[in-house]
């Protein structure tokens, strides 16, 4: 499991992700990435921009990386 972090300004937005995810965090102030890595605990997070819909057969949680993926940093 990593963190999931919503850097978006709408409230409501942030409710229906948190409504799925109970260990998403509102970082509506975010202006950087190395912002956002310095609120992370773990070494891979998601981050949630304002607009993003999350499709139901996609768990964020049971998400888990390869040896790969560890290696290199992504952004998507």
Not at 23 to 31: F, G, R, Y
């Amino acid at each position: 499991m990593f963190d999931i972090f919503y850097v978006g300004s709408s409230p409501q937005e942030f409710e229906n992700l948190r409504s799925s995810y109970k260990n998403a965090q509102w970082l509506p102030s975010a202006k950087s990435f190395d912002t956002i890595k310095n609120e992370s605990f773990t070494n891979h997070f998601w981050i949630i921009w304002d607009g993003i819909n999350l499709v139901d057969d996609f768990d964020l949680n049971s998400y888990s990386v390869s040896k790969w993926d560890n290696d290199y940093i992504h952004v998507f």
